[in-house]
């Protein structure tokens, strides 16, 4: 704000008229540098958090489930999200237009009350609409990280990524600096997981895809929550299927390219005991890599898919085959026989990055 200095330095101004225009000048200066960062006041979803609170006697959620929290793109995803992600046992809660702090606020009332054994946040988007800078969303999140280890510890934090919308193009230079400290977090720490759903939302050339959204250019579209729902239930799997009783199968996404298993019996030539693991491939040019891998925490001997492994003197990989009976491209009822070979012999790990190539790959559609 500018005042005339004609006003304020006038002799025939008292003393205290000068006080009182310096006094507004310079409230109007930290107002200007404050809204910037001005929090949203949480109590405004005091009655969202009721709501959850009534639907939580009425029907109480299942213990140690996957919780969804976030904002509205988790919000108009709560009736869906079940179906989308099952045979995952999740409890959506999504609250429309929440921030970061909004979740630390209600941590108790929307967190830790059901003790789950992995949460999915979304936050961010609404963060940068407020003004808040990417320094103070990573923050709030260091914050909420620190609550989850110390009040439910061992349990797994997947970030979702801000979202590219039409409706926030202005912001996106920013989001890319959250996604990429949502990055970093994930990679310093074995219980936290990035799920770069972003960038199957944008075009190859890194372009906005307004087909994917509704009228705002902001909220998904149909067809938006068919990718996010794809991306988001490959990126659980590998994790989070040893500790569902219902198996999932074996899956082929075309979004990602991931092709998941989630229960694999790993047998060694050897004659140790089999492993029982959920298993995760991507596909690169037409050849299967391993991506990711977990330890069921009920081992099922039970496991159709298989993955035998001849190791050689130095104790390395020699040769893989994986084998299933039971392939299902997502959406599709087809069911594929699928075996794929890895031989070190033939493609070294050194040319390949460190990756086991299966390179040999044959299948089937089963009748």
Known sequence: MKL?????FSKTVSSYEILRALI????????SVSTAQLQPDPNRYEYSIAQFENQDYQEPPPAEAILLIGSSSIGFWNEDAPFDLAPLTVIPRGFGGSVMNDVIYYFNRVIRKYNPRAIVLYEGDNDLAYGLTPTTILDQLD???TLIKNKLPGTRLYLLSVKPSGARSHLWELAQQVNLGFSD????DANIFHIEVDKYLLTKEGGFRS????TDQLHLNEAGYNIWADV???SLTVQEAPFESSAMGTTYYATTTDLVSDCVTLQSSTGEDPIYI???FYLIAGELAIKDFAIRELPDSGCSDRLDVSPSADGTVATALYQTDSLFVRGSEIR????????AARRPLGQNSGLYLFDEIEFEIID
Not at 185 to 188: E, F, I, M, N, V
């Open 143 to 145: 914050q909420l990280i």
């Open 185 to 188: 977090r994930a990679r310093l």
């Open 278 to 280: 959920s298993l995760g």
């Open 336 to 343: 594929y026989r699928l075996s794929a070979d890895h031989s």
């Open 232 to 234: 988001i239930r490959a």
């Open 4 to 8: 005339a200095a004609t006003t304020i």
């Open 211 to 214: 087909e994917l959204y509704g």
């Open 24 to 31: 507004i000048a310079s409230s109007a200066l930290v107002t």
